[in-house]
């Protein structure tokens, strides 16, 4: 098990940016596969982006272009850089970290205004 601290979350205006940070308790994260999610109201959850142990990242179509996922792992945290963020990126967003055992952030809120 790995306990997970998202920040970075905030509000913003349309064409802004921010950074989400996932920091992790133990170093054994560098071995984790990290996911960031994105739930919006009433939706479902869906991936936005991941980042294996060795660094290979992948996109969802919607944020590709705009978003950048990367790792640190001499600090046991992950990042996502938001770019040219748009309403509809307005979401809470959670870090996942995987590899023995599935582990959950608490969520970031993360608003996006016109």
């Known amino acids: 098990q790995v306990q997970l601290v998202e920040s970075g979350g905030g509000l913003v205006q349309t064409g802004g940016s921010l950074r989400l940070s996932c920091a992790a308790d133990?170093?054994?994260?560098?071995?984790?596969?990290v996911t960031w999610y994105r739930q919006a109201s009433g939706n479902r959850r869906e991936l936005v982006a991941n980042?294996?142990?060795?660094?290979?990242?992948n996109y969802s179509d919607s944020v590709k272009g705009r978003f950048t996922i990367s790792r640190d792992n001499a600090k046991n945290t992950a990042y996502l850089q938001m770019n040219n963020l748009k309403v509809e990126d307005t979401a809470v967003y959670y870090c996942n970290a995987k590899w023995h055992t599935d582990n959950w952030g608490q969520g970031t809120q993360v608003t996006v205004s016109s």
């Open positions: 980042i294996t142990r060795d660094g290979t990242t």
């Open positions: 133990r170093s054994t994260f560098n071995y984790y596969t």
